[in-house]
């Protein structure tokens, strides 16, 4: 097992129709406004950027960010990630009822030196960092959501 290596998985069930849902993750910039450990998003063209997200650890992750696809019709969005992580962010998104489920998927591969270097004792607290980061996010979806954006 390659101890820099992560695969995360989260459903979220949403109470907005998948349309809207996805044309809110579909604007990365305005992660920051609604997921409180996406700390910045700048774009760098139509289709590319840099963000620095932070969760519970005291240290920022910093990704290029390149959208690979985006299909509403489909209800998916990829991005490919460089930088702090390397490889791919994809959401799914699906109508449930009146509302929608939005499966986010993630592998990645680690390339900070510091997160690197802690891979053994850091994992569990990796995970568990991710854990909340995505607890924040759902949070913050759906405040956004009722808002009615």
Not at 73 to 84: E, K, P, S, Y
Request: aromatic share 8%.
């Amino acid at each position: 097992m390659d101890l820099h290596h992560y695969r995360f998985r989260s459903r979220w069930p949403l109470d907005a129709p998948a349309e809207t849902v996805h044309a809110v993750l579909a604007r990365a910039e305005e992660y920051p406004r609604w997921w409180p450990q996406v700390r910045e998003v700048e774009r760098t063209d139509a289709h590319s950027g840099r963000a620095r997200f932070r969760s519970l650890l005291p240290y920022d992750l910093v990704v290029t960010v390149r959208q690979v696809r985006d299909d509403p019709a489909a209800g998916v969005l990829r991005i490919a990630l460089g930088g702090d992580l390397e490889g791919w962010v994809h959401w799914t998104v699906t109508a449930r009822g009146v509302g929608a489920d939005a499966l986010f998927e993630q592998e990645v591969i680690v390339r900070s030196p510091l997160l690197r270097r802690f891979a053994v004792p850091g994992r569990p607290l990796f995970r568990a960092n991710h854990r909340l980061m995505m607890r924040g996010g759902l949070r913050g979806l759906r405040a956004r959501l009722a808002e009615g954006v």
